[in-house]
């Protein structure tokens, strides 16, 4: 029996009259990678913002690495890394810098970033890069390297907000190799993506439409139940008659 | 906008911002008391440059009241004033400018010159024994009438208002925009650590720049500095605080550097510049626009560097200037800081 990392029941956020998040109810497994698909405007950022303690929950409740949200945000974000759409690290920085400082952050001692700033040399194959501004370096090296910082503490779930945006499917590739280690050390990876095809690559993936949780299951399972040859028939079955327009 | 600021600068350039200083309150302390200084006096009183506020008794409540700042000038009658006229057909008042803004003082000056060369013309027509009365003049607190007692003070408050405003602005603006805000957010990073290590290398960057417009004022520009170091770096202080504070307010209604600076720049910088009152005169303005010049902060900070600088008053005299831009501080941040929380959840 896995552990559950995350529980939500029938959590939902409203803003005024309409309903972004819908009394959603759902579990997450220990070192799995679940995939948070969705179209634009389906709730998925919303929701995800609660998970991380970002934003309170209107109702229902949400345990995020044994703590509840809306009561204790501040422990949540010690045990969760994060890593958004828009860029996570400091342009103006340095590699170094930029590992120095999120280390910093997550409370790591000196010892432990200078180890981490080594491996993380090894695994990305920065070489002599470290001392590199960090707005010069291209989009995908970017992306991996924030993903690597955003999991520097070692945390117990790591979430994604649409991680692979406009790069080429052999970088892609490579940020899910990346993706692929950290859950192999043990840590939860909760991807947001509207890209079908990386909704192969997950453990089990979940499908938000207007709000609510239309699917959730692996996705060979998902295949066989829709009688869909691919991802995206799965997803255009079940968001065709979807209401909410992109926002 | 396209109407309204043409309008607006009209309104202010043309009609409302002018030179000359009218409504001017001025001291008359009158030891003669005869029917001459009545008359002199009288004249004064009438003319549109001035309103008596006062009339004292003793020239030793002169000084005091020129401390207050509402007074800038006061005459003295002396004792023999009509006798001097009438046995040798020449007297002399005494006439005290504050003259630490020594444009207000010199034109003050002059009206009340012209008032009395004027009277002396209407009294020639009527009795031909010929008068003469000359005015004394002694410029406090600036005897060399250096403009830059006026100009320097305001310059600072501006400074400090562009660098702290304008820079934190769009310093917290900027990480919103680039999305790092977020990620700072989601960390165990205490949001409220988050605007202080914004606020505070903007602080000491300002109290450089500070300290060196002092240096370069009192050396270069020969600047007077009378008073406390300590009490000016603590009043500089607490401005640079209000302003960081409203910084913080300004970049918690946008997300848009530039929206960010558009508000600092002329929301602010123009503003201060015309309301402190370093470049035009606050008593010439409408009561309007001089209620306004009450919500700048930079107008009470302006007062207070006088004070210091050139008056060399200590805390007593300018505490009601430091409590409201204490005031005003609390009040920016509280709002500032709900506004943020409520941002938060």
Same mark, same amino acid.
């Given at each position: 029996?896995?552990?559950? !990392?995350?529980?939500?029941?029938?959590?939902?956020?409203?803003?005024?009259?309409? !309903?972004?998040?819908?009394?959603?109810?759902?579990?997450?497994?220990?070192?799995?990678?679940?995939?948070?698909?969705?179209?634009?405007?389906?709730? &998925?950022?919303?929701?995800?913002?609660?998970?991380?303690?970002?934003? &309170?929950?209107?109702?229902?409740?949400?345990?995020?690495?044994?703590? +509840?949200?809306?009561?204790?945000?501040?422990?949540?974000?010690?045990?969760?890394?994060?890593?958004?759409?828009?860029?996570?690290?400091? @342009?103006?920085?340095?590699?170094?810098?930029?590992?120095?400082?999120?280390?910093?952050?997550?409370?790591?001692? +000196? &010892?432990?970033?200078?180890?981490?700033?080594? +491996?993380?040399? @090894?695994?990305?194959?920065?070489?002599? @890069?470290?001392?590199?501004?960090?707005?010069?370096?291209?989009?995908?090296?970017?992306? &991996?390297?924030?993903?690597? !910082?955003? !999991?520097?503490?070692?945390?117990?779930?790591?979430?994604? +907000?649409?991680?692979?945006?406009?790069?080429?499917?052999?970088?892609?590739?490579?940020?899910?190799?990346?993706?692929?280690?950290?859950?192999?050390?043990?840590?939860?990876?909760?991807?947001?993506?509207?890209?079908?095809?990386?909704? @192969?690559?997950?453990?089990?993936?979940?499908?938000?439409?207007?709000?609510?949780?239309?699917?959730?299951?692996?996705?060979?399972?998902?295949?066989?139940?829709?009688?869909?040859?691919?991802?995206?028939?799965?997803?255009?079955?079940?968001?065709?008659?979807?209401?909410?327009?992109?926002? | 906008?396209?109407?309204?600021?043409?309008?607006?600068?009209?309104?202010?350039?043309?009609?409302? *911002?002018?030179?000359?200083?009218?409504?001017?309150?001025?001291?008359?302390?009158?030891?003669?008391?005869?029917?001459?200084?009545?008359?002199?006096?009288?004249?004064?009183?009438?003319?549109?440059?001035?309103?008596?506020?006062?009339?004292?008794?003793?020239?030793?409540?002169?000084?005091?009241?020129?401390?207050?700042?509402?007074?800038?000038?006061?005459?003295?009658?002396?004792?023999?004033?009509?006798?001097?006229?009438?046995?040798?057909?020449?007297?002399?008042?005494?006439?005290?400018?504050?003259?630490?803004?020594?444009?207000?003082?010199?034109?003050?000056?002059?009206?009340?010159?012209?008032?009395?060369?004027?009277?002396?013309?209407?009294?020639?027509?009527?009795?031909?024994?010929?008068?003469?009365?000359?005015?004394?003049?002694?410029?406090?607190?600036?005897?060399? *009438?250096?403009? %830059?007692?006026?100009?320097?003070?305001?310059?600072?408050?501006?400074?400090?208002?562009?660098?702290?405003?304008?820079?934190?602005?769009?310093?917290?603006?900027?990480?919103?925009?680039?999305?790092?805000?977020?990620?700072?957010?989601?960390?165990?990073?205490?949001?409220?650590?988050?605007?202080?290590?914004? %606020?505070?290398?903007?602080?000491?960057?300002?109290?450089?720049?500070?300290?060196?417009?002092?240096?370069?004022?009192?050396?270069?520009?020969?600047?007077?500095?009378?008073?406390?170091?300590?009490?000016?770096? %603590?009043?500089?202080?607490?401005?640079?605080?209000?302003?960081?504070?409203?910084?913080?307010?300004?970049?918690?209604?946008?997300?848009?550097?530039?929206? %960010?600076?558009?508000?600092?720049?002329?929301?602010?910088?123009?503003?201060?510049?015309?309301?402190?009152?370093?470049? =035009?005169?606050?008593?010439?303005?409408?009561?309007?626009?001089?209620?306004?010049?009450?919500?700048?902060?930079?107008?009470?900070?302006?007062?207070?560097?006088?004070?210091?600088?050139?008056?060399?008053?200590?805390?007593?005299?300018?505490?009601?200037?430091?409590?409201?831009?204490?005031?005003?501080?609390? =009040?920016?941040?509280?709002?500032?800081?709900?506004?943020?929380?409520?941002? *938060?959840?």
């Amino acid at each position: 029996m896995k552990d559950v !990392v995350i529980s939500t029941d029938k959590l939902t956020k409203q803003f005024g009259e309409f !309903v972004a998040v819908d009394a959603i109810s759902f579990e997450v497994y220990q070192g799995e990678i679940f995939g948070f698909l969705g179209a634009n405007g389906a709730g &998925k950022t919303t929701a995800m913002r609660m998970l991380c303690g970002l934003s &309170k929950p209107s109702s229902g409740t949400a345990m995020v690495a044994g703590f +509840d949200v809306s009561r204790h945000p501040e422990q949540v974000k010690k045990h969760i890394g994060y890593m958004s759409q828009k860029f996570s690290l400091y @342009e103006d920085l340095s590699i170094q810098e930029n590992i120095r400082f999120f280390g910093g952050i997550y409370g790591l001692k +000196d &010892k432990e970033i200078r180890q981490k700033s080594k +491996d993380l040399i @090894e695994q990305l194959g920065l070489g002599q @890069e470290l001392g590199k501004m960090v707005g010069s370096l291209p989009l995908g090296w970017k992306q &991996k390297l924030a993903f690597s !910082v955003a !999991v520097i503490h070692e945390p117990k779930i790591v979430f994604l +907000d649409e991680p692979t945006g406009g790069v080429d499917p052999i970088t892609r590739r490579q940020f899910w190799d990346l993706i692929y280690a950290a859950s192999d050390r043990g840590i939860t990876v909760f991807v947001s993506t509207h890209y079908m095809d990386e909704a @192969e690559y997950c453990n089990r993936i979940s499908m938000m439409v207007d709000g609510t949780i239309k699917a959730l299951d692996a996705p060979a399972q998902l295949k066989r139940t829709y009688g869909a040859r691919s991802m995206d028939e799965v997803f255009f079955e079940l968001a065709r008659n979807a209401s909410r327009k992109a926002d | 906008m396209l109407f309204g600021l043409p309008i607006a600068q009209i309104v202010l350039f043309g009609f409302a *911002l002018t030179n000359e200083i009218r409504n001017s309150r001025i001291m008359v302390c009158d030891y003669a008391r005869d029917e001459l200084s009545q008359r002199i006096i009288n004249k004064i009183a009438v003319s549109r440059n001035f309103k008596l506020d006062r009339s004292l008794n003793d020239h030793q409540e002169i000084e005091a009241a020129f401390k207050e700042g509402k007074v800038r000038l006061a005459i003295i009658f002396p004792v023999h004033f009509k006798e001097d006229i009438q046995h040798n057909h020449h007297a002399q008042i005494q006439i005290l400018a504050d003259a630490s803004d020594p444009n207000t003082a010199t034109t003050l000056t002059n009206y009340v010159s012209s008032i009395m060369e004027d009277y002396q013309r209407e009294n020639l027509i009527s009795n031909p024994l010929p008068m003469q009365i000359m005015p004394e003049v002694r410029m406090l607190y600036n005897p060399e *009438l250096k403009g %830059a007692t006026n100009f320097v003070p305001g310059v600072m408050a501006m400074i400090l208002m562009l660098i702290c405003v304008l820079m934190t602005s769009v310093s917290i603006v900027r990480e919103k925009e680039l999305g790092t805000m977020e990620v700072l957010l989601v960390s165990p990073f205490n949001p409220f650590m988050v605007i202080i290590s914004k %606020a505070v290398p903007y602080f000491l960057l300002s109290l450089v720049n500070l300290s060196i417009i002092l240096v370069l004022s009192v050396f270069l520009l020969e600047m007077p500095f009378n008073g406390s170091l300590l009490l000016f770096f %603590a009043e500089s202080s607490l401005l640079i605080i209000t302003c960081l504070s409203l910084g913080l307010l300004i970049s918690n209604t946008t997300n848009s550097q530039q929206a %960010a600076m558009l508000i600092s720049l002329m929301g602010m910088l123009i503003p201060t510049i015309i309301l402190t009152g370093f470049l =035009f005169p606050l008593e010439n303005m409408p009561w309007a626009l001089r209620l306004l010049s009450n919500l700048i902060p930079a107008k009470w900070y302006y007062i207070i560097v006088k004070s210091i600088m050139i008056k060399g008053l200590g805390f007593k005299a300018i505490w009601r200037e430091s409590l409201v831009l204490f005031g005003m501080t609390c =009040f920016l941040l509280l709002v500032s800081l709900k506004r943020f929380k409520i941002r *938060l959840s």
